[in-house]
């Protein structure tokens, strides 16, 4: 209950996200024309001016017809000290005045506030037929864990929140069967394996939600998800690197229950402190820190191995590492004066076929979003991997480009065998 009754002072002096009981009526007229037990209703208070007060209307009993979980926001009834559950309709938006008002019952949590502004706005911005009629000023609502967004026509899940970027993962464009979650009549597939990190300032649109019982559910099922793909996941060894929670790892030791390791992140991260290392003809960004992952940790809660390094590579590294902190900095890059680096990397689009000057091996381009290429080796096709190409430091010479119908053929080769590797959980 709220501190403070305000029966007696009037329609006005209510505050956006106050819980009112109130007529559902204006005139005698429309009062005869309700049912007994629907005259009243609980009303939620979105919008205030000078001289009006606007609300959405709530009901105990939702349309079963309505599938989509975005019209509806529930309140518990434990949560307001309601008779029964409520949801609120946020498709039905009223003009209240001062004799339809009865009492206040309660006010939303700053939480189910800032919910309810987003499940408003994503209705306005969506395809759904009937919209709310509410001025998007007074949707100011706050991004939080749990929320889709799309950049550029890809859509990412938010995982946590920094202070100036948001780490995600992204959703697949293309939903499979055997590979997603449903949830509220929606089917999702994320892609846990690789945390992404956005910038705060980046032009992104808001559309979807999850609550914290949702988010629970996301995050069980990317436990079972990581320990499912990873059943049969290749032996750990020195030069590989291991994603576990989202995280990448380099492990540079190996003890009997351990693994010595320091974390590294995508050459496009860039801050002070950073030193570089190799793998697989792709340079990661590292600070060094020493760390440990304990394999009873790893084989309890999944995870996969990204790829392994050289030979040569772990030997260069391990000169790296082993230099004191200055000299490590200051080394950056020049373990790739060796590559070749192509004259123009806007040449590097799919279907060219490019050959990887670290191995002497060929790899055709199968995708390409900004300067991320997605990869496979054109006699290996589980040898596929996605690399950030720089213009300074770019492994991959110009070949060829493939024709059409040989591009089509490696496509479904492709497909085919991702489709496999889902079916046995590979």
Not at 237 to 265: E, H, L, R, T
């Given at each position: 209950?709220?501190?403070?009754?305000?029966?007696?002072?009037?329609?006005?002096?209510?505050?956006?996200?106050?819980?009112?009981?109130?007529?559902?009526?204006?005139?005698?007229?429309?009062?005869?024309?309700l049912?007994?037990?629907?005259?009243?209703?609980?009303?939620?208070?979105?919008?205030?001016?000078?001289?009006?007060?606007?609300?959405?209307?709530?009901?105990?009993?939702?349309?079963?017809?309505?599938?989509?979980?975005?019209?509806?926001?529930?309140?518990?009834?434990?949560?307001?000290?309601?008779?029964?559950?409520?949801?609120?309709?946020?498709?039905?938006?009223?003009?209240?005045?001062e004799?339809?008002?009865?009492?206040t019952?309660?006010?939303?949590?700053?939480?189910?506030?800032?919910?309810?502004k987003?499940?408003?706005?994503?209705?306005?911005?969506?395809?759904?037929?009937?919209?709310?009629?509410?001025?998007?000023?007074?949707?100011?609502?706050?991004?939080?864990?749990?929320d889709?967004?799309?950049?550029?026509?890809?859509?990412?899940?938010?995982?946590?929140?920094?202070?100036?970027?948001?780490?995600?993962?992204?959703?697949?464009?293309?939903?499979?069967?055997?590979?997603?979650?449903?949830?509220n009549?929606?089917?999702?597939?994320?892609?846990f394996?690789?945390?992404?990190?956005?910038?705060?300032?980046?032009?992104?649109?808001?559309?979807?939600?999850?609550?914290?019982?949702?988010?629970?559910?996301?995050?069980?099922?990317?436990?079972?998800?990581?320990?499912?793909?990873?059943?049969?996941?290749?032996?750990?060894?020195?030069?590989?690197i291991?994603?576990y929670?989202?995280?990448?790892?380099?492990?540079?030791?190996?003890?009997?229950?351990?693994?010595?390791?320091?974390?590294?992140?995508?050459?496009?991260?860039?801050?002070?402190?950073?030193?570089?290392?190799?793998?697989?003809?792709?340079?990661y960004?590292?600070?060094?820190?020493?760390?440990?992952?304990?394999?009873?940790?790893?084989?309890?809660?999944?995870?996969?191995?990204?790829?392994?390094?050289?030979?040569?590579?772990?030997?260069?590294?391990?000169?790296?590492?082993?230099?004191?902190?200055?000299?490590?900095?200051?080394?950056?890059?020049?373990?790739?004066?060796?590559l070749?680096?192509?004259?123009?990397?806007?040449?590097?689009?799919?279907?060219?076929?490019?050959?990887?000057?670290?191995?002497?091996?060929?790899?055709?381009?199968?995708?390409?979003?900004?300067?991320?290429?997605?990869?496979?080796?054109?006699?290996?096709?589980?040898?596929?991997?996605?690399?950030?190409?720089?213009?300074?430091?770019?492994?991959?010479?110009?070949?060829?480009?493939?024709?059409?119908?040989?591009?089509?053929?490696?496509?479904?080769?492709?497909?085919?065998?991702?489709?496999?590797?889902?079916?046995?959980?590979?």
């Amino acid at each position: 209950m709220v501190d403070e009754i305000k029966e007696a002072n009037g329609i006005l002096t209510l505050d956006i996200g106050d819980i009112i009981w109130a007529k559902r009526y204006k005139t005698e007229e429309e009062m005869r024309k309700l049912k007994k037990g629907h005259k009243e209703s609980p009303y939620v208070i979105i919008k205030k001016t000078k001289t009006k007060v606007v609300a959405l209307q709530c009901t105990s009993n939702p349309h079963n017809e309505i599938t989509w979980k975005i019209p509806y926001y529930p309140l518990g009834r434990l949560n307001y000290e309601m008779h029964k559950n409520s949801y609120i309709n946020c498709l039905k938006v009223y003009e209240l005045n001062e004799n339809q008002y009865v009492k206040t019952i309660g006010k939303l949590s700053s939480y189910d506030l800032n919910q309810l502004k987003k499940h408003l706005y994503i209705l306005i911005n969506s395809g759904f037929k009937t919209k709310p009629k509410i001025e998007k000023k007074y949707l100011n609502y706050k991004i939080s864990i749990g929320d889709i967004i799309i950049i550029n026509n890809n859509k990412y899940y938010i995982n946590n929140i920094k202070k100036s970027e948001y780490e995600v993962y992204r959703i697949k464009k293309h939903i499979k069967k055997c590979n997603n979650i449903l949830i509220n009549n929606t089917y999702y597939s994320f892609i846990f394996e690789n945390k992404e990190r956005i910038s705060k300032k980046s032009n992104y649109t808001l559309i979807d939600t999850f609550n914290t019982g949702e988010i629970e559910i996301i995050n069980q099922y990317k436990i079972e998800q990581l320990k499912e793909k990873n059943k049969k996941s290749s032996s750990i060894n020195i030069g590989s690197i291991v994603i576990y929670n989202g995280n990448m790892y380099y492990v540079y030791n190996i003890d009997k229950d351990i693994y010595n390791v320091y974390q590294i992140y995508s050459s496009n991260i860039s801050k002070l402190g950073m030193g570089d290392i190799l793998v697989k003809g792709g340079v990661y960004r590292t600070f060094f820190a020493t760390s440990i992952l304990k394999k009873i940790n790893l084989e309890k809660n999944g995870y996969s191995i990204r790829r392994n390094a050289s030979k040569e590579e772990i030997e260069y590294n391990n000169k790296i590492f082993n230099l004191p902190k200055e000299d490590r900095i200051k080394a950056r890059k020049k373990l790739t004066s060796r590559l070749l680096i192509t004259d123009d990397i806007n040449a590097l689009v799919p279907m060219s076929i490019v050959k990887n000057e670290n191995n002497n091996k060929y790899y055709l381009i199968i995708d390409k979003k900004d300067n991320i290429i997605e990869v496979v080796n054109i006699n290996d096709l589980k040898d596929t991997f996605y690399f950030e190409l720089e213009q300074d430091n770019c492994p991959f010479k110009y070949y060829r480009i493939l024709s059409k119908e040989d591009y089509d053929r490696y496509i479904m080769k492709i497909n085919e065998l991702k489709e496999t590797l889902l079916k046995f959980n590979i």
